[in-house]
């Protein structure tokens, strides 16, 4: 068999990114892969059709739907996955087990990640003299911490996380503003609430998010998608919040090298100036 190396995401983060789309009967497939990984490697169309209660052409739907050629296409590339997380896994201490996770984040993160909308936000936020951030809990703490980075290069920012406040920013918004939603699931219903209304006043919407397709994604101009699985009870976990930095940092950074001499010449004056309130 030849020896293919998986060249883009991971068959399980393909499927994580889309799962809000799937229909009840896709939803089945979903479930059944989620529980069974292993053993759909094992499993013939017919096998996993009848494991999972849906038709056959159903399930060969399914797969092309996720951008692959058939089933065999994704269990091949399934099964190195599984191996490569076997050998990574076995014997690992929970300091290991951390670094990995946190190392599979970014690279999946970086897999996955559309230069085309990186390089519109960048633009678009370059343009703008008024840029708001909105995020909830975990996200809004990354929110901070853009609104930290770009106040370094000379953008006019600011960030909301109280829900009241958002909807009061948004709805003084125009066409020359743009807004960066922050939200893991792209399901937060106060987000995505502001963020329509954001769109009614002809507001740019950069969403950092980890879903192709969210109630949030449906508002925004450009998508910027993290990697990082959470279930309900890890919400808020270091992992995610590292993703929604490393595409953060990825904008700042674009913008710096955009603006290379303005950026510098403001971090200066902002160094020289917090300089003095040290001893």
């Not at 085309?116 to 996200?139: C, P």
């Not at 953008?155 to 918004?173: G, I, N, Y």
């Not at 990082?228 to 595409?247: F, M, R, W």
Request: glycine letters at 4%.
């Amino acid at each position: 068999m030849e020896n293919r190396q998986i060249s883009g995401p991971k068959p399980s983060i393909v499927i994580e990114q889309n799962k809000h789309n799937f229909t009840k009967s896709e939803n089945k497939i979903y479930e059944y892969i989620q529980e069974n990984s292993e053993q759909v490697l094992y499993h013939s169309l017919t096998e996993l059709s009848e494991a999972s209660e849906v038709a056959e052409a159903t399930v060969l739907r399914f797969f092309r739907k996720l951008g692959y050629k058939g089933f065999q296409d994704f269990k091949f590339l399934l099964a190195q996955e599984v191996s490569a997380e076997s050998n990574q896994h076995h014997d690992e201490t929970y300091i290991e087990k951390i670094r990995t996770n946190v190392v599979h984040a970014i690279e999946d993160t970086y897999d996955i990640l559309d230069a085309k909308s990186l390089e519109g936000s960048i633009e678009a936020i370059g343009r703008s003299q008024d840029v708001v951030i909105f995020g909830i809990g975990s996200s809004g703490i990354a929110g901070l911490d853009m609104q930290n980075r770009l106040m370094r290069i000379g953008k006019h920012v600011s960030v909301f996380t109280d829900p009241h406040f958002q909807v009061m920013r948004a709805s003084s918004l125009n066409e020359k503003s743009v807004v960066v939603a922050i939200s893991l699931t792209g399901s937060t219903k106060d987000i995505v609430d502001t963020v329509q209304i954001a769109k009614e006043k002809k507001a740019t919407v950069i969403a950092l998010t980890n879903y192709v397709k969210s109630p949030l994604t449906k508002y925004a101009d450009y998508i910027l998608l993290t990697s990082a699985k959470e279930n309900p009870l890890d919400s808020g976990s270091l992992v995610s919040k590292i993703t929604q930095l490393y595409l953060i940092d990825l904008i700042c950074t674009g913008l710096t090298m955009k603006n290379y001499q303005e950026a510098e010449k403001v971090k200066m004056e902002i160094t020289e100036n917090i300089a003095s309130k040290l001893y």
